[in-house]
């Protein structure tokens, strides 16, 4: 099927871990993991993996409607069913991830904003308090 993700590897623990029982340090030819990136990979992996066996479950109720096909024309109204359904939810995961980025781009930027106005405020009431300080002297002096 298209789009279909594979497990991921099977890491295991290098021996000097399980001697000392801290964690190992990094080495040079492994990149870090990052384990909240794993687990979302293997929870996308295991939804992706739900939608694969429900829309087969329901391409062949789909095909269970139609007694009189022959089991190729079957097979192939069942295959058919299952692509059109998978392309789909491919589509619909598109979709929702071009929303995030954009509204992830739109909050970052309207963060931005927020601490640019800040910034602003604090360094005038720094600069106003400068002055309050300084102008006391000046008048006087």
């Known amino acids: 099927m298209g789009g279909r993700q594979?497990?991921?590897k099977a890491r295991g623990a290098r021996p000097e871990?399980?001697?000392?029982?801290?964690?190992?340090?990094p080495r040079a030819d492994r990149p870090t993991v990052d384990p909240g990136?794993?687990?979302?990979?293997?929870?996308g992996y295991l939804a992706w993996e739900a939608?694969?066996?429900?829309?087969?479950?329901?391409?062949?109720?789909?095909?269970?409607?139609f007694p009189?096909?022959?089991?190729?024309?079957?097979?192939a109204l069942e295959q058919a069913y299952t692509d059109d359904r998978l392309r789909?939810?491919?589509?619909?995961?598109?979709?929702?991830?071009?929303?995030c980025r954009a509204l992830a781009a739109r909050y970052r930027a309207e963060c931005r904003r927020i601490?640019?106005?800040w910034a602003?405020?604090?360094?005038?009431?720094?600069?106003?308090?400068?002055?309050?300080?300084?102008?006391?002297v000046a008048l006087h002096g």
């Open 88 to 99: 789909y939810a491919e589509e619909v995961v598109d979709r929702a991830v071009g929303r």
């Open 37 to 43: 990136l794993e687990i979302a990979r293997l929870e």
């Open 120 to 136: 602003a405020v604090c360094l005038s009431v720094t600069v106003a308090v400068a002055l309050l300080a300084v102008l006391p």
């Open 115 to 117: 601490c640019a106005r």
């Open 51 to 65: 939608e694969v066996a429900a829309a087969r479950r329901d391409a062949r109720a789909f095909a269970d409607r």
């Open 68 to 75: 009189w096909l022959a089991p190729d024309d079957r097979e």
């Open 6 to 8: 594979r497990p991921p």
């Open 17 to 25: 871990a399980k001697r000392t029982g801290r964690p190992p340090a």
